[in-house]
């Protein structure tokens, strides 16, 4: 198994570009989860999902859009892209079991808007 | 919504000595607690993780209390190593209706293990 599998692993963009994050995995979780990792912060949640074709608000969703029409990807779009939105961006998987799953992270992607 | 707090940010102990990080939580409803170390360029991943119908685990050298009556709970590094020098999250679950998991975490401590 690869596990979850990141794309891209770096990304400059321009203010006001768009792009997609690529997040995959092949472990058959149900629960999927983007998060981002300012410097020196926590990771805060963005968008999650507990399954093919539902997706939901995390902490910090603006400027953000998900989708999920397979089990397997889960991908994160950015439109109009901000300085604000310069971070390291983490996709997660999960079981997703009732009381919570150990979760497997991707390896990250790091963005610069500028 | 749950809120997460981590103290201290940054942590610096000598070889050989222990750690404690500790957490609180806001939400008397989360009943699951995993701790994620991340070393530096790479990605979080679980060390030890305790649900709230136990009040401490532990695995070799780390070990997590959690008290759920004052709603925190902590991670205890005995025998640190430099290995152990990373960033380390907490985090609780809080569950709505029992169909979502979202995962909310602290915001993380520096541990620097001085050999």
């Known amino acids: 198994n690869a596990g979850v599998t990141q794309t891209p692993k770096f990304r400059i963009l321009k203010i006001g570009q768009s792009m997609t994050l690529q997040c995959a995995q092949d472990?058959?979780?149900?629960?999927m989860y983007w998060y981002r990792q300012d410097p020196g912060m926590g990771l805060k949640l963005i968008y999650y999902?507990?399954?093919?074709?539902?997706?939901d608000k995390g902490e910090v969703p603006n400027g953000y859009n998900v989708s999920r029409s397979t089990t397997e990807d889960f991908p994160l779009r950015l439109e109009l892209a901000a300085p604000s939105q310069t971070s390291v961006y983490f996709c997660?998987?999960?079981?997703?079991?009732?009381?919570?799953?150990?979760?497997?992270f991707g390896s990250g992607t790091q963005l610069s808007v500028l | 919504g749950e809120n997460v707090e981590q103290h201290p940010s940054t942590l610096s102990v000598q070889e050989g000595d222990s750690a404690v990080i500790k957490c609180t939580y806001s939400?008397?409803?989360?009943?699951?607690f995993p701790w994620y170390k991340q070393e530096l360029g790479k990605r979080p991943q679980l060390i030890i993780d305790?649900?709230?119908?136990?009040g401490e685990k532990k695995d070799q050298r780390i070990a997590v209390t959690l008290n759920k009556t004052a709603k925190h709970f902590s991670l205890h590094i005995t025998e640190t190593q430099p290995e152990d020098s990373a960033v380390y999250f907490c985090?609780?679950?809080?569950?709505?209706?029992?169909?979502?998991?979202?995962?909310?975490f602290g915001t993380g401590t520096l541990l620097a293990v001085q050999p």
């Open positions: 997660a998987s999960s079981y997703g079991t009732k009381s919570g799953e150990k979760l497997f």
């Open positions: 472990m058959n979780h149900n629960y």
């Open positions: 999902s507990v399954g093919a074709g539902i997706t």
């Open positions: 939400d008397s409803a989360s009943n699951y």
């Open positions: 305790i649900r709230s119908n136990v």
């Open positions: 985090a609780a679950i809080k569950e709505y209706g029992g169909a979502t998991n979202k995962l909310i």
